[in-house]
């Protein structure tokens, strides 16, 4: 039986696909997928299939208790398999090598998948799309029709949503699609109000309840309970940047930040807005922007905050908590959320991040990227007024106040905005001023403010001047004051 494996020609080749095996049992199991009749029934649900191991294994998620229980953490299974396949990952040695390069592991089935990087290509005839792995070549495949050559970004999609006007071609990702219109969430927490109907979000929200965290990064204080963000957090550390751009100088070790990457260098922009003249190369992008003419059914029940994306309505009820869980180690600094303490953390390091072209310094990446573009020929130019910058943002915010009408009104009074930053600093005003300085009678509404008064009180001014004996506690003075020097 082995020794077909070695075969070169295939004996059992289907005639309706391009599936072929020397196994008689493999090449029944496959010929079943073809039937458009199914013969087994699942008498608990609606789940139906050809096979009935698939069914047998089916029945085992409708068992309440999951008996077979591993015996050095808290994992619980139905079936021996998994159990098996689980206990792989309590060993420290890893007894699977690949003998082309140093790859390890102690799985035979992702062994398998790696040695395949090592062999000749499959090549896809209707683009240039190659693959060593025939699963993949096969899932690209879908993307286009039957019988004709169009390319990949026109294709017909055999699955369609009925409830909306999401399309795909891909079985796994259409049933996890449908999961997001279910009204009632199956799977809910025991520790907090979390609840959805995706198994593998539900498993990923589990890991945050754990107090240890079995997996730690040997190169830093890092640790995690996830394997594939530890695994992420890893590339940080490599020295070499493998990805590499050929259209400009940018290199990455992260995979998916280089495909996000690839997509600014497209001209073509496939996704585009049918509401307004938007249009974008990036799917995720296209999907936040498409919510932005919808209504916002998602508000806060303690303020008339409402939005329609579900991360921003959590990242929004969090500053409504009165404690603040992610606390600061090296001073009295407490945030709502781990983002913000993370950019805080920035300020206790030394400034490794230096421009090449000037004396600046800084501790964030976004900000030296921002610093640099003060150095390049401004592209971005208005065409009603001379207005011209670097910066996208800055720029779009510039373009609004050349619209006659403002869009962004207050329910207050007749005051109105370009945009919805400028309205937020607005409302501020018709509240009531909560906060106080606890060293004086000073109150205000606006946190900025506060923090800028507290400056006030300290008797270290930490800012100093490079030409001449100027001290301060506030950049922006110190800034306007470096203008003083320049010729």
Do not use: W
Not at 47 to 54: I, R, W
Not at 83 to 95: C, G, I, P, V
Not at 234 to 239: E, M, V, Y
């Amino acid at each position: 039986t082995h020794l077909l494996r070695h075969k070169a020609s295939k004996d059992f080749k289907c005639a309706q696909c391009d599936y072929g095996t020397n196994y008689k049992s493999c090449f029944k199991s496959h010929l079943l997928r073809h039937k458009t009749a199914k013969d087994f029934e699942c008498a608990q649900c609606n789940y139906v299939t050809n096979s009935k191991s698939d069914l047998r294994k089916h029945l085992l998620t409708h068992k309440a208790m999951k008996d077979i229980k591993c015996t050095q953490c808290d994992y619980a299974t139905r079936t021996n398999s998994n159990l098996r396949y689980h206990l792989l990952s309590h060993k420290n040695t890893k007894e699977l090598g690949c003998f082309h390069c140093d790859f390890t592991t102690n799985y035979k089935s992702s062994l398998k998948h790696h040695l395949k990087l090592h062999l000749l290509t499959h090549n896809s005839a209707q683009s240039n799309f190659s693959s060593n792995i025939k699963s993949s070549l096969r899932k690209h495949r879908i993307r286009h029709d039957e019988g004709n050559n169009k390319p990949c970004s026109k294709t017909h999609q055999s699955f369609k949503c009925v409830q909306c006007e999401y399309a795909t071609n891909n079985k796994y990702l259409f049933n996890t699609h449908l999961l997001g219109h279910k009204t009632g969430k199956q799977l809910k927490c025991a520790v907090c109000d979390y609840e959805t109907n995706n198994k593998y979000h539900f498993k990923a929200h589990l890991l945050t309840h754990q107090l240890v965290k079995n997996f730690n990064c040997a190169h830093c204080e890092y640790s995690t309970n996830n394997k594939y963000v530890l695994i992420t957090h890893l590339l940080t550390h490599k020295t070499v940047k493998e990805l590499k751009c050929a259209v400009c100088n940018y290199e990455t070790n992260n995979k998916h930040l280089f495909k996000t990457h690839l997509l600014t260098h497209q001209f073509d922009k496939n996704f585009n807005c049918a509401i307004c003249e938007f249009a974008t190369t990036n799917k995720y992008v296209f999907k936040t922007h498409v919510f932005i003419h919808k209504s916002k059914d998602l508000k806060c029940a303690r303020c008339d905050y409402a939005t329609n994306n579900k991360v921003l309505l959590k990242a929004h009820i969090l500053t409504h908590n009165t404690t603040k869980d992610f606390k600061c180690d090296q001073c009295d600094y407490a945030a709502n959320t781990k983002p913000s303490l993370r950019k805080h953390l920035l300020t206790h390091k030394g400034k490794g991040l230096k421009c090449d072209r000037c004396d600046y310094v800084t501790n964030n990446e976004s900000n030296l990227r921002r610093h640099l573009l003060t150095h390049n020929a401004k592209d971005l130019k208005c065409t009603k007024c001379n207005y011209a910058t670097n910066n996208k943002y800055l720029f779009k915010t510039h373009l609004l106040t050349h619209n006659n009408s403002r869009d962004f009104k207050c329910n207050q009074c007749d005051y109105a905005a370009y945009t919805r930053h400028s309205l937020g600093k607005h409302r501020i005003r018709h509240k009531s001023k909560d906060l106080k300085c606890g060293q004086c009678d000073y109150v205000t509404n606006d946190k900025r403010n506060l923090r800028k008064h507290l400056l006030t009180h300290r008797t270290t001014k930490d800012l100093k001047c490079g030409h001449c004996d100027y001290v301060s506690n506030d950049k922006r003075n110190l800034r306007r004051h470096l203008l003083i020097h320049r010729i």
